[in-house]
């Protein structure tokens, strides 16, 4: 009999929530509080998110940010500046400890981006994971992810690009010159992709969770089942929310 996992959809949410709702499971999770969890995910508005160890004033066009409406936050895990608009954010948090996960983290990234390579498989893209931790497609990103390991548990979180605009991107991050801009646009075009350029149509949200949904069930041979946020992880989001991402201190302390 398959083991149960929790599945949370909690909408769209400002940067500071989403980052501090990811860690608030990972730290019920690490308590054993909370089984497996795999959470699916929107922006609002949209944000840019910079790995651990970046410096956002390197990194972003903070006053471009706040003129588009653009939210931004540090993240715990490490990686790249990476703008959030048009796409599903996925996050998985489990035990270092689990047997489905692998201790090596190589490994883990493989197996856990394996669960969304059968996802976008099954809204009829084919894809294949390339190691650290994208996913291409027809030799185009239009996966990304970043993993971290706290308290022995594990919480990778992650974008499929539902759509994505190059220009706006671009337009939020800090570039030497105009023509390295150009260059990087025209670069990035022909690097990245999303569910609309390959389907050429539209895809709903929901249509995109549930292809993932069952992605993680066949890669994981697990059944994903409805969940809530608990109260602890309700105070944690709180928490997290007020002392952590949503405070300059910690957005700009590199």
């Known amino acids: 009999m398959s083991e149960k996992w929790r599945l949370l959809k909690t909408g769209a949410n400002t940067a500071a929530k989403n980052m501090a709702i990811d860690r608030a499971v990972l730290v019920a999770n690490s308590l054993g509080k909370v089984p497996p969890t795999v959470r699916f995910y929107q922006w609002n508005p949209p944000a840019i998110s910079i790995g651990y160890f970046q ?5 972003i066009d903070i006053i ?3 003129n588009l409406g653009v939210d931004y936050v540090r993240r715990i ?10 796409e599903l954010t996925y996050s998985i948090v489990i035990s270092e400890s689990h047997k489905k996960i692998p201790k090596n983290i190589m490994e883990s990234y493989g197996r856990i981006c394996g669960a969304v390579v059968k996802g976008l498989s099954n809204i009829g893209i ?22 971290t390991r706290k308290m022995k548990t594990v919480l990778q979180h992650g974008t499929v690009l539902m759509d994505v605009n190059v220009e706006k991107m671009f337009s939020l991050l800090k570039v030497p010159d105009e023509k390295i801009r150009d260059k990087l646009i025209s670069d990035v075009k022909d690097r990245v992709t999303s569910i609309k350029h390959v389907l050429d149509k539209d895809i709903k949200f929901d249509i995109a969770a549930k292809a993932m949904k069952k992605g993680f069930e066949e890669e994981f041979d697990i059944i994903l089942t409805k969940g809530e946020i608990t109260n602890m992880e309700t105070e944690l989001t709180e928490k997290f929310e007020r002392g952590c991402f949503g405070n300059q201190e910690w957005n700009h302390k590199r």
Do not use: M, W
């Open 77 to 86: 895990t490490g990686g790249g500046a990476v703008f959030h608009e048009n």
């Open 126 to 147: 084919e894809s294949e994971y390339k190691p650290i931790n994208d996913i291409i497609t027809g030799g185009r990103k239009i996966s990304g992810s970043a993993q």
């Open 55 to 59: 410096s956002l004033e390197d990194e």
């Open 64 to 66: 471009n940010c706040r």
